[in-house]
């Protein structure tokens, strides 16, 4: 439930981690702060205020008289930051004072220990200013005197400095995650672009020391994979350029050999022909994959290539594309791999539809026939090179058996995959998938 709200990428953790216990030591240290500290001083303000009060209530007492008055307001307003007025026969409102904010209730407390006498406290009506009534027998004693007097603004101070600090840290934070997630997001975006079989842009090891290896491990990774896809075209092309020469001789020697026998010169020009079209088939392939690098392809423009030369081979093919789709391809490879299917389609079904679309994470081109289909069961064997449901079915159509394992073999350097289905059609489904 909660791994919901958490932020999904590591710079959001990260930052997360940082910021969390940041904002809870705050609250903390600011409740705390807020419990003692703002009481104590709030109480400490508001007893000096009422204690200058007591102070002028008893200089009015042993001094009584207008005369009198005179100077020891004149005394308050200079040495207190007082302004005192008297109100003769003046009577206040006989009910309790009332605070709602911590600087009221204060004030009342502390002018209940120090003053003793009944008053009425007004910190609102005037503008930074707050009043203070007090009941004497002969009148009523204003008091005025400014705000400051009972206010602590360090609160706002620390608050201030407490939010100003956590923006600092967050600015600070940010910016070095930034720096320390970029070599990892560049790490997944090399993975991703091998995977994919697509080019990977300069990439070096850079960042934290962890990052950095699994940066060198990828690379040493990405060197052995290359090395083994080159040894592995080296070799097909080797063998298949090698068996081309006795091959050569073979066919010279039966050609011979027709003169006397012709029968079995017949049957075994067959059997030499079809090897020599799968070395060619062979060749071709190690050739093409070996060298070819991906580039933007238009898939729209090279498939209704590939269906053009099929209809001319005598297909009923529909071709559909949404829109134009430009993806990185190996564009020969990714032609070989899609003839290869469509002549599987023109070889055993009538009619044909090809399909191309863009799905959320993939291009998909979709080949539809209807033919005889494969059984699910024998969907992975197909792949297999050399291997033809034709041997049981009908041995008389040709075919060297390697035309879906080679367009597997395509579509995986590709980073994508080829999957059988049933077509809607009753015959066999064949998906091309290559992920953005
Ligand atoms: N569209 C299809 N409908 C029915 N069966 C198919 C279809 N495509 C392939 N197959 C079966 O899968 C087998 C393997 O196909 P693959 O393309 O690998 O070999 P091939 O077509 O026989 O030979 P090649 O393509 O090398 O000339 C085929 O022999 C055939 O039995
Ligand atoms: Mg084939």
């Given amino acids: 439930m909660i791994k919901r709200f958490l932020p999904k990428s590591l710079f959001g953790r990260t930052l997360m981690i940082i910021v969390t216990p940041l904002v809870l030591l705050q609250v903390v240290s600011a409740t705390i702060f807020f419990e003692s500290h703002w009481d104590k001083v709030s109480l ?21 008289g207008q005369e009198n008055r005179i100077w020891i307001f004149g005394l308050a307003a200079e040495n207190m930051q007082i302004e005192a007025s008297f109100k003769t026969d003046a009577v206040l409102p006989n009910e309790p004072p009332v605070g709602t904010s911590i600087m009221e209730r204060m004030l009342i407390r502390a002018m209940r220990e120090y003053v003793g006498k009944p008053f009425q406290i007004d910190t609102q009506t005037l503008d930074r200013h707050v009043a203070v009534d007090v009941q004497l027998p002969t ?11 009972l206010f602590s603004s360090t609160i706002y101070v620390f608050v201030l400095w407490m ?11 940010t910016i070095f995650m930034r720096n320390q997630i970029k070599p990892i997001r560049r790490l997944a975006q090399a993975a991703d672009a091998l995977g994919k079989g697509r080019d990977i842009p300069s990439f070096k090891p850079e960042g934290a020391k962890e990052v950095r290896q699994a940066a060198s491990a990828f690379l040493a990774m990405q060197e052995r994979i290359q090395r ?53 088939t062979y060749l071709a392939f190690a050739r093409g994959e070996g060298s070819e690098k991906p580039r933007p392809t238009n898939l729209s423009a090279l498939l209704l290539d590939v269906v053009d030369k099929a209809r001319r081979n005598g297909g009923t093919i529909d071709f559909h594309s949404e829109g134009e789709i430009s993806v990185p391809l190996r564009p020969n490879a990714f032609k070989r791999c899609a003839t290869n299917v469509l002549e599987n389609a023109i070889r055993y079904a009538d009619h044909i539809s090809v399909r191309a679309g863009r799905r959320s994470d993939a291009i998909e081109v979709t080949i539809d026939d209807d033919g005889p289909g494969i059984p699910v069961d024998k969907r992975d064997d197909v792949f297999k090179p050399f291997y033809r449901l ?47």
């Fill in 44 to 64: 400490r303000l508001a007893r000096g205020l009422a204690g200058d009060i007591a102070t002028v209530i008893s200089l009015m007492r042993k001094n009584p």
């Fill in 390 to 436: 034709e041997a049981s079915r009908n041995p008389g159509t040709g075919g060297t058996g390697l035309g879906l394992a080679i367009s597997r073999d395509v579509m995986r350097v590709h980073g994508g995959d080829i999957l059988l289905d049933d077509s809607p059609g009753g015959g066999l489904r064949v998906r091309l998938r290559v992920p953005l």
């Fill in 228 to 280: 083994q896809i080159a040894q592995r075209t080296d070799m097909l092309s080797g063998v298949s350029h090698d068996l081309r020469t006795p091959l050569t001789r073979m066919k010279l020697e039966l050609a011979m050999l027709r003169d006397t026998e012709p029968e079995a010169a017949a049957e075994l020009e067959k059997d030499v022909d079809d090897m020599e079209r799968m070395l060619e």
């Fill in 139 to 149: 009148g009523a004693l204003e008091i005025i005197t400014t705000r400051k007097r």
């Fill in 163 to 173: 939010v100003g600090i956590s923006l600092i840290l967050f600015a600070v934070a």
